[in-house]
């Protein structure tokens, strides 16, 4: 187990900045997951830590000691690659037992190690054979059980379910969390499924363009998004937000002329230019005369099964709200809505950033509570 | 092929069978001719079918043209230059394709650049520094005036000389060199996913380490492949043995001596001791050829790269 330290990592190919200065603590035995969009730097920072690439800027320690100058195999960190990367030469036994064989044990030795970590993750029948005469989640435990048998102070998971079906995907994920759980090894895992995140951390480290958006809890990250990226990205169907200001009467103008009483919300954030959001599982559908109803008009509904999503859009601004009614619907039809005002949150629309109901800008790092 | 027609066999097949012909024909010819006695093979026209004299003309050839020596020759050389070839073109394609230094591409396309240049073509030079291997750095300390220095400090005249006439070496070293090998290599390597090179450097192993244990394995069937090739060229270099031995008897290869076989311009016709003397000498590279073959054709198609 070891705590990974980055603080003030920057990454440039050529001219190009990739990643503009990260600060991240990873707690020893913390599992870790770097979210982010295709291309917002976080293969690359985990590439830095496994030391495949070169860090530009600032430092990775890992335990205490600065790995910068530190070739992989000295850093004690296992990577399981996107692609399974495996030997397609070796068989089963020979892939996992490579890096041991590098580092010269004997063969006894090697061998019962190798017969250990194959029996936990059930690849005992598959020993003898070539990669190329397994399927695809086989192989993958294959690279999970090269990761394990050298014992390292870190796990790195490059998006290594990217290429499984959804089904096996869910299965592997509990894998990984049982792994964890019973090894106890500090592991970051990068990928940019949300649920595979939300599911599998401890911590979310949420990535867009270079820079970390947020870091937090699964819920923190979910209930109380640091940033307009963050609400805009975590979670399904996104969140509903709205750009508009606060104005004296208490009201929040948005749209076309669209007005929403929060009277809380408006002396605290008085004539700021601002954007709102309020998850759609947190929209309520009410009647026409309920009060501060917000009417709306029917764009179109998606079935869901055990809900539905009704699309629609209120004075020019869209609106898309969790429903499990079953009338019918249809499109242009008038709606009502209703929102808690504490349910909202609010950021500037300037710098994206959270601001918390007290009106003060809320940092990447922050533990926010509503 | 996806389009099925029974005329369409038809051509395919007997343009195939055609093709067969025209290679086994000489292959016949020869065969037939060395199993003549002196009088059938002077018969005109020459028959088709073989005769019982081959062991005989094979006896005469073998002693006259004294092949059992040069075929140790010839395989000595055409396999040191096989190797020689294999090992130099996986490394430095390996340099090329896997290290990421300033003059990669230049020392790519300088390699590159010698396939237009054949041993036919520079093979004045190549001869020169063969008759002395150390003259390029004879020339460097002439020019930079260290010779100079040298004998006036000292008195001694530094004079480098390394020749390579005459010796095995001299028959392979000069032929080492390839660019094909280099660029077929380079065309493999590269094909090796990014991902594998970091898996191995995670596992803790060098480039070295990389290099022996997974790219040769992986190359395996492309090795024997180009293996093939270039020992049967090499076993049938003619001009390079001709012009650097001049010890006929010592360092002699099958295929020069495949002149001495050849009847002289008042001497008897004897055809069929030169035909059976060919048998034997094309006998190595088809043997190679049949034995690899099967990892020729499986370099070509395999899947699993």
Request: some cysteine; charged content about 20%; aromatic content about 8%.
């Amino acid at each position: 187990m070891a705590a990974i330290t980055i603080s003030g990592v920057k990454k440039r190919y050529k001219k190009n900045d990739v990643i503009h200065g990260v600060d991240v603590e990873i707690e020893a035995g913390e599992f870790v997951v770097i979210l982010g969009p295709s291309g917002c730097g976080k293969s690359t920072l985990l590439r830095m830590i496994a030391g495949l690439e070169e860090i530009s800027e600032g430092t990775i320690a890992i335990d205490g000691t600065v790995v910068n100058q530190l070739e992989p195999r000295e850093r004690g960190c296992a990577m399981v690659f996107q692609n399974y990367a495996l030997y397609p030469h070796m068989t089963v036994s020979q892939n996992i037992g490579y890096a041991l064989k590098v580092a010269g044990m004997p063969k006894a030795e090697r061998e019962a190690k190798v017969l250990k970590v194959a029996k936990s993750v059930s690849l005992e029948p598959y020993l003898d054979r070539k990669p190329g005469e397994l399927s695809g989640g086989q192989r993958q435990r294959v690279a999970m059980a090269r990761a394990m048998v050298r014992e390292p102070k870190v796990f790195l998971f490059d998006e290594p379910f990217s290429n499984l079906d959804a089904k096996l995907r869910v299965a592997m994920r509990a894998e990984v969390r049982n792994l964890h759980r019973s090894l106890g090894v500090t592991s970051v895992f990068v990928t940019h499924d949300q649920t595979e995140a939300m599911t599998l951390a401890d911590r979310l480290i949420v990535m867009n363009s270079g820079i970390v958006e947020q870091v937090g809890k699964p819920s923190e990250v979910y209930h109380n998004p640091a940033s307009l990226f963050v609400a805009d990205f975590i979670g399904s169907p996104s969140m509903n937000l709205v750009r508009g200001f606060f104005a004296e009467d208490g009201y929040f103008r948005h749209g076309q002329g669209g007005m929403l009483s929060l009277p809380g919300l408006a002396k605290a954030h008085l004539s700021r230019e601002v954007s709102i959001g309020v998850r759609p599982e947190l929209v309520r559908r009410v009647d026409a005369g309920h009060k501060g109803a917000i009417a709306a008009v029917v764009d179109y509904t998606e079935e869901l099964g055990a809900s539905r999503l009704i699309y629609a859009r209120a004075d020019g601004s869209p609106i898309i709200a969790v429903d499990d009614g079953n009338d019918a619907l249809g499109t242009g039809m008038p709606i009502h809505f209703a929102v808690s005002e504490s349910d909202i949150h609010v950021f500037d629309h300037t710098t994206g950033r959270r601001i918390d109901h007290a009106g003060a800008a809320v940092r990447a790092t922050d533990s926010v509570s509503a | 092929m996806i389009e099925r027609s029974p005329f369409f066999d038809f051509v395919s097949y007997a343009a195939m069978i055609l093709g067969l012909f025209l290679v086994l024909v000489p292959f016949w010819i020869t065969f037939v001719a060395g199993s003549m006695s002196l009088p059938e093979v002077a018969r005109v026209p020459i028959s088709m079918l073989p005769s019982g004299h081959l062991f005989e003309n094979i006896q005469t050839a073998w002693v006259r043209a004294d092949l059992g020596p040069k075929m140790v020759n010839s395989l000595i050389v055409a396999s040191g230059v096989t190797i020689g070839k294999i090992t130099l073109a996986a490394l430095s394609a390996f340099s090329i394709v896997f290290f990421n230094y300033r003059a990669r591409m230049l020392c790519f396309w300088l390699i590159f650049i010698t396939l237009m240049l054949p041993l036919e073509v520079r093979i004045v030079p190549t001869y020169s520094i063969a008759a002395n291997a150390l003259l390029p750095f004879q020339f460097l300390l002439d020019t930079l005036g260290i010779t100079w220095l040298i004998e006036t400090v000292s008195g001694i005249r530094v004079g480098l000389e390394w020749n390579l006439l005459n010796s095995y070496t001299g028959l392979i070293l000069p032929l080492v060199a390839t660019a094909t090998g280099t660029f077929l290599y380079r065309q493999f390597f590269m094909t090796i996913p990014d991902e594998l090179v970091e898996a191995s450097k995670m596992d803790g192993s060098g480039p070295l380490r990389f290099f022996w244990d997974v790219l040769l394995p992986l190359s395996r069937t492309n090795m024997l492949a180009l293996a093939t090739i270039m020992f049967v060229s090499s076993w049938n270099q003619y001009l390079w043995p001709l012009l650097i031995t001049t010890d006929r008897t010592n360092y002699g290869t099958v295929v020069m001596q495949l002149k001495a076989l050849i009847p002289a311009q008042n001497g008897t016709p004897d055809w069929n001791v030169t035909m059976a003397g060919a048998l034997i000498i094309m006998l190595p590279p088809l043997l190679v050829v049949a034995l690899m073959q099967r990892w020729f054709v499986r370099g070509l198609i395999s899947r699993d790269k």
